[in-house]
């Protein structure tokens, strides 16, 4: 599959997505059972992995997104270009942050550091996809759906030059010949 110059292949199904989405849930709603979490979710890429992540939990929550992003193309570029959002106070809130993707980290990094001094009870990260980097890196991450190598993936909420979102399995680049 093409999306503007660059060739796509099928990489992780629909049914494998929701798989894992069903497990991060599962934990969520084990370890948040008296609790009333504030989803923060990172837009734009998370917006459909927070939508399925979020009807799959059974206890009071609420919801409020943020706009961050750090990415021009495929590469990471380090710098965070917009964070906006949060009317609630975050005061003795337990906070789980919902990531599409972590990679080089630097997004979370940045926004673990504008939320610490807010006064959240708690700052969780919820991250449907996590690459090697972040591993290697040992950013911490409580919920991953899904492990990746350092491949760029497009679809579920992910684009490739702002297409590819509406994409309902995760496609992986080719790398360039
Ligand atoms: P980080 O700051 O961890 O390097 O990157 C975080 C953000 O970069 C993610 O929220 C996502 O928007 C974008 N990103 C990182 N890796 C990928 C990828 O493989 N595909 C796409 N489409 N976006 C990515």
Do not use: W
């Amino acid at each position: 599959m093409k999306i503007k110059d660059h060739d796509f292949k099928p990489f992780i199904t629909a049914e494998q997505i929701r798989q894992a989405v069903q497990t991060v849930a599962g934990r969520i709603n084990a370890d948040y059972k008296k609790k009333e979490p504030l989803f923060i979710p990172v837009l734009n890429g998370s917006f459909i992995f927070a939508g399925d992540l979020l009807r799959q939990i059974n206890g009071s929550c609420q919801v409020s997104f943020v706009k961050a992003s750090s990415y021009n193309g495929m590469a990471s570029s380090g710098q965070l270009k917009t964070l906006i959002g949060i009317e609630e106070s975050l005061f003795n809130r337990d906070i789980i942050i919902v990531e599409d993707i972590v990679d080089t980290g630097l997004t979370l990094q940045r926004m673990l550091d504008e939320l610490g001094s807010l006064g959240a009870r708690s700052v969780e990260v919820a991250t449907l996809l996590r690459k090697r980097t972040a591993r290697e890196k040992g950013i911490q991450v409580k919920y991953v759906g899904l492990e990746l190598e350092d491949e760029f993936v497009v679809g579920y909420g992910l684009d490739y030059e702002g297409l590819g979102r509406n994409l309902t399995d995760l496609y992986k680049a080719h790398p360039r010949a």
